[in-house]
């Protein structure tokens, strides 16, 4: 077998090798940290296809190998930072548990995509790669909005929070793709606007603006749907 065969996978393999790396950190408390291996592991994750593409080298075995490993990237490691989090914020051991929607939805929602041919234009369903960054980052922006301190603190919120955004993984709600088939106003309007209040956010915020990007993400698929329904 050639060695450029072998190439995509590698790839996917350093995005699971992220994941657990990031798991590992958390474990041991520091799971703003976790962000770090979620941003690597979604690069990895995003070239993998790309060069399985490029290299005319796509098969079931890497799609198979990309759903097992992000899974671990961004489903057990988002998990395991809101698990710690609101460790830290609570007197009792059971309550970080509830967070854990996050892992096994994320599943699901793997499952769910890997067998539905809906999705080569838009997702149906919250992105696992976007879910896990807004919980990774969510801790930057309690630094960033110290006056939101009572709803970060308060591990109730938290958790709910990780109930609804586990419920988006598996609804069956269209939601924008940076998937471009061509670089028309018209027909990719709410792209542009997606990428450019993006990229506004990150350069104002950092790392904080980036589970407000993911917010701005859901409700500009809901007007794009209601526009393009009506």
């Given amino acids: 077998m050639k060695i450029k065969s072998h190439i995509p996978n590698i790839l996917t393999l350093g995005n699971l090798l992220s994941g657990v790396i990031g798991c590992i950190w958390v474990l041991e408390g520091d ?63 059971w309550l970080p548990y509830l967070a854990l929607t996050i892992p096994l939805f994320s599943a699901l929602r793997l499952a769910k995509f890997n067998i539905d041919e809906r999705q080569s234009d838009r997702f149906f369903g919250l992105p696992t790669p976007a879910n896990a960054l807004f919980f990774s980052t969510l801790p930057f922006l309690s630094i960033q909005w110290s006056q939101l301190d009572f709803l970060f603190v308060n591990p109730w919120f938290l958790i709910i929070l990780a109930w609804i955004f586990s419920l988006l993984l598996v609804a069956d709600l269209p939601l924008i793709a940076l998937k471009f088939k061509n670089f028309s106003i018209r027909d990719n309007v709410f792209r542009y606007m997606l990428i450019g209040s993006g990229a506004v956010l990150l350069l104002t915020l950092g790392l904080a603006g980036i589970p407000l990007v993911i917010l701005f993400y859901l409700v500009l698929s809901v007007i794009e749907n209601s526009v393009f329904s009506s």
């Fill in 31 to 93: 799971y703003a940290s976790g962000a770090y291996f979620i941003f690597l592991a979604a690069f990895l994750d995003f070239f993998d296809g790309f060069a399985a593409r490029l290299l005319k080298v796509t098969g079931e075995l890497g799609k198979q190998l990309d759903s097992l490993a992000d899974l671990v990237s961004f489903g057990v490691l988002p998990g395991f930072v809101l698990f710690s989090w609101i460790q830290s914020l609570s007197f009792d051991a």
